[in-house]
């Protein structure tokens, strides 16, 4: 009878477990806001505690990593100059590598050196997987490896490489393109691969210097945000934020105000912060707040603030009651930010430098820098609260998944498992 209790007990206690857990199916997590479905994930780990499984990545990169029905899928490029760029599908249970997927480019991209030619996260329904490659091309695969369609969109050539992701939108890919010379948002049919909208973003200079001789470009993943009855993809664009109906690709709202002295440049993600939507520019770029629920050029009537010159953003934060925690690539540091205000509630060092974005778990932030150590503190708008600090092999430029009770954070070693 004991026995049968436990097995009751632990069937029961399964079930729980798998109605709470969830995917990481898309950069930045299920809505693309950095924050798990989970209540809880590991907070001690090493290369020798908590190791679930390790798996090689036969090349470099920045994407991050994604969960979906299982599997675990990551890209990587298998060469300097970026001729092969490869999709990697792994066993989520034992890391165990399933199938590989490359395509090739006849040649040389240029990019930076601290950004590989494979710098872009995949993003899934469960069914499908669908990466971008720049200039290589958008690619659909199901999930046991088998090509469903393909878009060459052109050359995308820029000195620092590309790096934006796509998203998935009820039966849409959608994908901001560029940093270069052609930059535009697209929508596809997920299961056809049929354009349904395409919109070119305007601009002026080369796509890498603008008129002024400073540097231009945008790296920035779009979100999704509800304004009132209707949804809208918002997109960082290098010198504006615009908003698209998602289903359309219409302009609902745009908002000036990226471009600055040094540049017109984004890296970040958007921030929805209850009805405002937070940015930070690129290389010292300014940060603002708009109101959302506007209509046509917004810049005058609902941009709430805006600041000059922030720390350099390239993660993207989180939103805690009114605040954003953003994560500072320069000078290494994380704050919280009053989105209502653009004042500075906290500051903190200990994190140390990070090009990833900041990951939330129940009431805890996660920050990989990039030495490869992972800070967990309190998800606190009153002060910075650190609860741990986790130290993997390699370095990391890539922001960790968080899926069923666990971690998936890439290093330059590998790709890790990490569970209790």
Not at 31 to 57: D, F, H, R, Y
């Amino acid at each position: 009878m004991l026995r049968l209790t436990s097995l009751v007990l632990l069937f029961v206690g399964l079930l729980l477990n798998s109605a709470s857990a969830g995917d990481w199916p898309l950069f930045r997590g299920p809505e693309l806001n950095g924050v798990a479905k989970e209540s809880s994930a590991p907070v001690s780990w090493s290369a020798e505690e908590n190791i679930l499984w390790k798996a090689p990545l036969p090349g470099a990169g920045n994407g991050s990593p994604i969960v979906s029905a299982g599997k675990v899928f990551a890209t990587t490029a298998e060469d300097v100059e970026g001729r092969t760029r490869s999709l990697l599908c792994y066993d989520e249970r034992n890391g165990d590598l399933l199938w590989k997927k490359s395509v090739a480019i006849d040649r040389a991209m240029p990019t930076h050196k601290t950004n590989p030619h494979a710098p872009t996260t995949p993003a899934s329904d469960g069914n499908r997987v669908v990466v971008w490659h720049g200039s290589a091309g958008l690619h659909c695969y199901d999930h046991e490896g088998n090509e469903q369609w393909a878009h060459n969109l052109g050359e995308f050539r820029h000195m620092w490489g590309f790096g934006s992701s796509p998203v998935l939108y009820e039966d849409l890919v959608i994908l901001h393109t560029g940093p270069g010379q052609q930059v535009f948002v697209a929508a596809f049919d997920l299961e056809t691969g049929e354009e349904r909208w395409r919109q070119n973003e305007p601009q002026t200079g080369t796509g890498e210097r603008n008129e002024a001789g400073e540097y231009m470009g945008s790296w920035s993943t779009p979100v999704l945000a509800r304004e009132g009855d209707r949804t809208t993809l918002i997109v960082m664009h290098s010198t504006r934020v615009v908003a698209y109906d998602p289903q359309t690709g219409k302009r609902v709202w745009t908002c000036e105000g990226l471009g600055h002295d040094r540049g017109d440049l984004a890296y970040s993600s958007p921030v929805i912060v209850d009805d405002l939507c937070f940015v930070t520019g690129g290389f010292r770029g300014p940060s603002m707040a708009i109101r959302l629920g506007g209509s046509g050029d917004v810049t005058a009537s609902h941009r709430v603030w805006r600041k000059e010159r922030q720390p350099q953003s390239i993660g993207s934060g989180v939103a805690i009651e009114g605040h954003v925690i953003r994560p500072n690539a320069g000078p290494g540091t994380v704050e919280c930010v009053n989105a209502e205000t653009g004042e500075i509630a906290w500051q903190d060092r200990a994190t140390g430098t990070m090009w990833a974005s900041l990951v939330q778990v129940g009431d805890l932030i996660y920050g990989l820098n990039q030495d490869g150590i992972t800070t967990v503190f309190q998800a606190d708008p009153a002060a910075f609260k650190e609860v741990g600090r986790n130290r993997l092999p390699g370095s990391s430029n890539s922001t960790p998944a968080v899926a069923n009770g666990r971690l998936f954070i890439r290093t330059t070693e590998g790709l890790w498992c990490i569970g209790e």
